[in-house]
């Protein structure tokens, strides 16, 4: 089966009310021309998981900007002013999550796990309406997997099966998020017809398909 | 002290806290600044959450590779030795104890060793991002911050900003002292030579322990 599809059969897959997980982390290693490629779709009601909440002009910070976000799961969302101006107006509903946290909850439900117990956001807001259990004499906080409709990732180096690497630190979110989420797209900074089996990040069973980047 | 010099002063100081083969996390801002005072024939294993070990010095002009960056998102470099990983390691990597010493800054400390620095409610919300993870994982953690802000205190007896972590902080170190926190409260252990007791603990919203104070380093 040939993975790779263009942009425009990418936006054929999209609609209104999608849950879509975007790795990046302050838009490094994020999939610009798939997020471009929204922008252009103009879907709505969209509920994004990513790090942060990017720059107005990168990254998931541009589908804040163009309205098209109804919630946003993030842990910082500082260097984006209009993801809080539209949560303080009411129209963006933002969980914010310690970062530990969102990275786990998101590979727990990529790998068929119930949950988690983490002592992070003990005594502080985020412990608010969840199960807190002591085991040997520590408090830990329950915390939920997180699953999506889709995942978007940003490979810098993808092969014909789907096999995914991401140099550097485009890493980040990327890999965890490709086991979660019922489709996977990976926009390929470079497409190779094979990568040494020993090196590969992400397993192509994982990448549903491949949008060649356009230089 | 102009702004600039605290910033060093308080930076110099926080780098005679750490180790010889240390994992270290220093928070954006002024705690960044921390590297620029290592000891040259010491080895500090520099963590940055996002996703690296062996954090180099920033890029020059024509050496940026925008494939490396901090958990701030700009560019550094990475040092010979050095190692990217994705960032359910790099939280396993924080939760799991396996870094010796966090540097940040914040809001407010308490007395207590809780510390306030992600939100003032109906002002600013920056979000925590790795921050509450990285107190409560790490084995030391050191607050680097200037004493007030404005003239006001940041240190006070109990936090009244949303906490970050509860009973987490060791360590406070400003412009005008070095502060220990112990389960009874807070102990001043030095005063740089340039302020007066009575200035630090005009300075300070907390009760300071002076058994152990001694002379600055």
């Given at each position: 089966m040939d993975k790779v599809i263009s942009i425009d059969n990418f936006k054929e897959h999209l609609k209104d009310g999608l849950s879509i997980m975007v790795g990046g982390f302050m838009a490094v290693g994020t999939p610009e021309q798939l997020i471009d490629a929204i922008v252009e779709s103009n879907v709505k009601n969209l509920t994004i998981i990513c790090n942060d909440a990017g720059f107005i002009d990168k990254g998931v910070g541009k589908l804040i900007a163009n309205n098209q976000v109804k919630k946003l799961i993030a842990s910082h969302i500082g260097l984006n002013p209009k993801a809080g101006e539209l949560m303080g107006s009411g129209e963006l509903e933002i969980e914010l999550v310690p970062q530990g946290t969102q990275i786990e909850r998101i590979r727990c439900g990529g790998n068929g796990l119930g949950g988690f117990y983490t002592p992070?956001?003990?005594?502080?807001?985020?412990?608010?309406?969840k199960e807190i259990k002591t085991l040997n004499g520590i408090d830990y906080l329950l915390e939920l997997p997180l699953h999506a409709d889709f995942a978007l990732l940003y490979g810098s180096t993808v092969d014909k099966h789907g096999n995914t690497m991401y140099t550097k630190t485009l890493r980040n979110f990327n890999p965890v998020m490709a086991t979660a989420a019922d489709k996977v797209f990976v926009q390929a900074r470079e497409y190779v017809n094979e990568i040494d089996p020993d090196i590969i990040?992400?397993?192509?069973?994982?990448?549903d398909h491949i949008i060649k980047e356009v230089k | 002290m102009d702004k600039n010099e605290i910033k060093a002063y308080i930076a110099k100081r926080v780098s005679l806290e750490l180790h010889d083969g240390d994992v270290v996390n220093l928070g954006i801002g002024l705690p960044t600044m921390v590297a620029n005072y290592i000891p040259t024939d010491m080895t500090i294993h520099l963590q940055s959450e996002n996703g690296l070990i062996g954090l180099g010095q920033a890029p020059g002009e024509n050496e940026v590779d925008p494939d490396i960056t901090n958990a701030g998102g700009q560019p550094v470099t990475i040092v010979e030795g050095g190692v990217y990983f994705d960032s359910s390691t790099s939280f396993g990597i924080i939760r799991g104890g396996h870094v010796d010493v966090t540097v940040l800054g914040a809001l407010q400390v308490d007395a207590k060793g809780s510390l306030a620095s992600w939100i003032i409610p109906g002002k600013m919300v920056p979000g925590m991002g790795g921050a509450m993870d990285l107190v409560v994982g790490s084995k030391k953690v050191i607050i680097a911050m200037t004493h007030t802000n404005k003239g006001k205190?940041?240190?006070?007896?109990?936090?009244?900003?949303?906490?970050?972590?509860?009973?987490?902080?060791?360590m406070i170190i400003t412009e005008m002292a070095v502060m220990v926190v112990k389960e009874d409260g807070l102990y001043l252990t030095e005063i740089n030579k340039e302020f007066s007791l009575e200035e630090v603990i005009n300075a300070t919203a907390a009760k300071l322990n002076t058994s152990l104070l001694k002379e600055a380093k």
């Open positions: 992070t956001g003990i005594g502080t807001m985020v412990e608010e309406g990040h992400t397993p192509h069973i994982f990448i | 205190p940041k240190i006070f007896e109990d936090c009244s900003l949303p906490l970050t972590a509860k009973s987490q902080v060791d």
